[in-house]
């Protein structure tokens, strides 16, 4: 297996929603011509022994009625990621999404992944149109 080249950072509340987007990120992956096993996915726990600030990453956040704040969110911010925060409903932000993220624009993604294109799933490292 070779060694990870991009990092997704995953965060809040982990659901049905992760599957579709491994998913779309393994079939977007395939499409640029990357092979999917350059990709690791760090969660809340993994991300202190895993995360390499050199290579590219994207945070993801789940939101999640509980709005917890990530763990690694200080120091996501202090490399200048980019993080998409991830709701169920557009009118669930103060709901499902931690104060701390609140400013940033979301995505709407029903529990089935049914806008997971909507990240748009850039190469790892390139710009994000949300």
Known sequence: MPASLYQIILMGGKDARL?????AVKARATDLG???NEIVYLDESSFAGGYDRKKPTFGIYFGNRNKTVPVPLDR???DSIVIAP???EKTSIGVEIPEALQHIN???????GD???RLGLPP???????
Do not use: F, S
């Open 115 to 117: 806008n997971i294109p």
């Open 19 to 23: 599957v579709a987007l491994k998913t």
């Open 34 to 36: 990357i092979d999917p």
């Open 86 to 88: 991830i709701v169920t």
């Open 76 to 78: 996501l911010e202090e």
């Open 124 to 130: 790892l490292g390139g710009p994000v149109q949300i």
């Open 106 to 112: 979301v995505v709407e993604v029903g529990m089935n």
